[in-house]
């Protein structure tokens, strides 16, 4: 089975677009973002469309990096990193240092919000990010819609785990 940097490593530009935008997506919950914040985006590359106006549209949408109060800090940080990172054209060797950062980014954003560290928030971190990888490896769109439906999982999770901190700090 290949590891994640091998996966990354592989795969085309349609495959890293898809894997750092499912990684952000999967944190928009530390944002107080709309669960459909980056469907522009998903559009745009299911439809093979060049997406410079659509990631206009979704930063105009979404708090940008000197927005107070969003989030848990350090994450939320990380989170509009990914975002103001994303780059405006969807191929070049810009595209896979984006998507593997995002890749980092949000592993060390569900380390942080697992109580164990390296615990199920991170493994289950980790194994979706494979899995979407593992979808879009010679696939069409869907691959792509699976892969969408796997980042809405870990995005319902991590919005689960947000709500349950800020209950706890009430």
Excluded at 3 to 20: M, T, Y
Excluded at 44 to 73: I, K, N, Q, T, Y
Aim: glycine fraction near 12%; charge should be neutral.
């Amino acid at each position: 089975m290949p590891s994640l940097v091998e996966l990354i490593a592989q795969a085309d530009e349609r495959g890293l677009a898809a894997s750092g935008l499912a990684c952000l997506d999967r944190c928009l919950p530390l944002l107080d973002a709309p669960d459909d914040a980056l469907r522009p985006l998903w559009a745009s590359l299911a439809e093979g469309e060049c997406w410079r106006v659509p990631l206009g549209l979704v930063r105009d949408a979404l708090p940008g990096p000197a927005a107070p109060g969003h989030g848990s800090g350090d994450a939320a940080a990380l989170a509009l990193r990914m975002l103001a990172a994303v780059p405006a054209e969807r191929s070049g060797p810009g595209l896979r240092e984006w998507a593997d950062a995002c890749s980092a980014a949000a592993l060390q954003i569900h380390r942080g919000l697992d109580v164990a560290g390296d615990g199920p928030l991170a493994a289950g971190e980790l194994q979706r990010q494979i899995r979407v990888l593992e979808l879009l490896a010679g696939r069409g769109v869907g691959g792509l819609r699976q892969a969408v439906d796997v980042s809405t999982e870990g995005r319902r999770i991590v919005r689960a785990v947000v709500s349950r901190r800020a209950r706890g700090r009430v």
